[in-house]
Every structure is written in structure tokens, then in C-alpha cells.
């Protein structure tokens, strides 16, 4: 029965972590960098240059359009569960710039996010407690497709 | 013959043995309780600072990021589902968010409601043995603000915690 007690404990201990284990952090789209972002001068950046700098937009909002967004990872459980879509109005992103600019058929806002989903555990003897914790930050780009220039952004930082 | 019962006898001692511990670290993994939030939450201070024919759409937007919906009279809105995954949008009719403020306030069609929730799961594993299932708990608070786009104020706000 000794020979196989160190054998029973360690059973125990993987059996025990299993779903409650510190995992790496999940990440979803580029990081967006402080020092790019205060690059994007309105009225001077160009379209392309967004592209080089933070890659292909998650999502380019057009008016009057439904928008399809791709949901960023996260923890579920023990596993990373994401690559969904969702469905929202491109409205609520021009929202954004409508107050300061006269929009037209002409623009487009790009969406860029980058997502950061972690998760602990505190293993107690006989209870253990996980958590879990998404942090997204959000870049909205107003692009006047005619001129090919940025004319506002909007970042939000978690 | 004797090795091989005493072979027998320790194989299904450590065969009892490693069944119980799984049965017993099952049951003490019960507890685990993972809470997953997707989205910043509400503070209090932000809402409490929403003041009905002072505060702006520019403010509304700064503090709270653009809206999950806007309703403005005859529009369908597609609001995402607060616990994600890939079920479809829900649908609702601006109606149902404007009726919120219309027997306060006289609706026009400068009138727009700005939709925000915030949600919050939790779920809770229930082991038996290598079957799990999870019950889940969703939490969501919700803020609908009536703006005027006329003047660019906001006229009232409803905010709803659930915990």
C-alpha cells in the first residue's frame, strides 16, 4: 500500500489542478501600442499607413450596414473559447465622430482591438477558486475613403 | 502462484486506491467558481455623474465608449448577446427601449436611446467522476440614456445592477 501512496498523492494533486491551473494569458488581435497611436495625426495620416502600422482592421464599419465582429478569446472553463461573431450597427461606431464631423457615403471607421484574457486560481485545501479576466483595448479610425486621409480616432484604453 | 495473487491483490488495492482519489479530488474541485468579465464595468461615480439636461452625447460617448445599440423610432436593433458565444443577435424593436422614457418625456424624432450592458458569468463546475456539466449564472447591467440629437443633451437615463 506504501509503494503506491506517492503514486495516489501525485494522481491527486494533477486530478486537483486540472480545472483550476494558473493559465498563460489568451491574446486576440495586435497589440496597440501607445507610441503608434499617438502617431495617427487627423488630417495627415494616411489609410495606408494605418494598415502598415496595426495590420488589417478587425472590422470596417460602413453606414448603414450591419457590422460582423469576431469576438476575442477568452478563458471558459479550462479551455480558450472565442472565434465567434457578433452582430452590431455600424451606427453606434459613427456615433462616435458624428457630433464633430458631417458624415458621408465616403466613410468608413476602422476597428482594431486588442484582447487579453488571463485567468488565476487560489488552491485552498479543501476549495479552490479560479478567476477569469478579459481586458480589451479598442481603436476606432474615421477614414474618408475618397481622400484616402484619417480624419479622427478614438482609442479606449482598458 | 503466490507472487501472482499477491500481483493481483496490490493491483486491484491501487486500482480502489486511484479511483477514490479521482472520486474524492472531484468532488473537492466542486468549489471552483471561474467569473469572466468581458467588458469594462460600470462605475458608480460615472453613473451617478450622468446629469439629466446637463450632460452631453460627447461626455455619454467619452465615458462609456459607443453604444451596443441605438434606438430611434421604426428601427430593429441587433443588440449582441452579453453572454457572446455564437448564437445569433438579438433583435429588438427601438419601441421597447423608448417606452422606457415615454411617459416622462415627450418623444420626438430627434429622440435616441444609447443601449450599454455590462456582463459578468459565473460558472460553476459539478464533477462526477470524468462527467462535468457547469451551472452558469449571468449576471448584466444594464444603461439605456435618453439623448436628444438636437440639442445634444442627454434628458434622462434608467441604469439597472443585477447584483
Keep these: 500500500m506504501r509503494k503506491f501512496l506517492p503514486l495516489a498523492v501525485a494522481g491527486f494533486i494533477i486530478i486537483f489542478l486540472w480545472g483550476c491551473a494558473p493559465a498563460p494569458p489568451v491574446t486576440t488581435g495586435r497589440p496597440l501600442e501607445d507610441g503608434k497611436i499617438i502617431r495617427i495625426q ?8 494605418v494598415i502598415e502600422w496595426f495590420g488589417a482592421p478587425m472590422a470596417i464599419a460602413v453606414q448603414g ?19 465567434y461573431y457578433f452582430e452590431i450597427d455600424s451606427e453606434t461606431f459613427f456615433e462616435l ?34 478567476r477569469g479576466k478579459t481586458v480589451i483595448d479598442k481603436l476606432w479610425i474615421l477614414v474618408n475613403e475618397e481622400t484616402g486621409i484619417v480624419e479622427d480616432y478614438v482609442f479606449r484604453k482598458h | 502462484m503466490i507472487r501472482l495473487s499477491m500481483l493481483r491483490r496490490y493491483t486491484i488495492k491501487a486500482t480502489f486506491l486511484c479511483l477514490a482519489v479521482i472520486v474524492f479530488a472531484q468532488l473537492l474541485t466542486r468549489c471552483t467558481v471561474l467569473t469572466h468579465k468581458g467588458e469594462k464595468p460600470f462605475k458608480e461615480d460615472q453613473i451617478n455623474g450622468i446629469l439629466p439636461g446637463k450632460t452631453t452625447k460627447q461626455e455619454i460617448l467619452l465615458w462609456f465608449g459607443p453604444p451596443l445599440a441605438i434606438a430611434r423610432k421604426g428601427k430593429v436593433m441587433k443588440i449582441p448577446r452579453p453572454e457572446g458565444g455564437k448564437e445569433l443577435p438579438d433583435e429588438v424593436r427601438s419601441e421597447t427601449f423608448l417606452e422606457l422614457f415615454s411617459s416622462k418625456h415627450e418623444l420626438t424624432g430627434y429622440h435616441r436611446v444609447y443601449y450599454y450592458h455590462c456582463a459578468e458569468t459565473e460558472t460553476e463546475p459539478v464533477y462526477f467522476v470524468y462527467a462535468d456539466r457547469a451551472e452558469k449564472k449571468l449576471f448584466i447591467d444594464k444603461l439605456w440614456i435618453l439623448i436628444n440629437r438636437q440639442t445634444g443633451v442627454v434628458e434622462d437615463y434608467i441604469f439597472r445592477r443585477q447584483r
Aim: hydrophobic share 35%; net charge positive; charged share 25%.
Design chain 1, 42 to 49: 487627423p488630417g495627415k495620416t494616411t489609410k495606408e499607413a
Design chain 1, 65 to 83: 450596414e450591419v457590422l460582423k465582429i469576431q469576438t476575442e478569446a477568452s478563458w471558459a472553463k479550462n479551455m480558450p473559447r472565442g472565434g
Design chain 1, 97 to 130: 465622430f458624428s457630433s464633430k464631423h458631417e458624415l458621408t457615403e465616403y466613410h468608413r471607421i476602422y476597428y482594431y482591438y486588442h484582447a487579453v484574457s488571463t485567468k488565476y486560481a487560489v488552491i485552498l485545501v479543501f476549495a479552490a477558486h479560479e
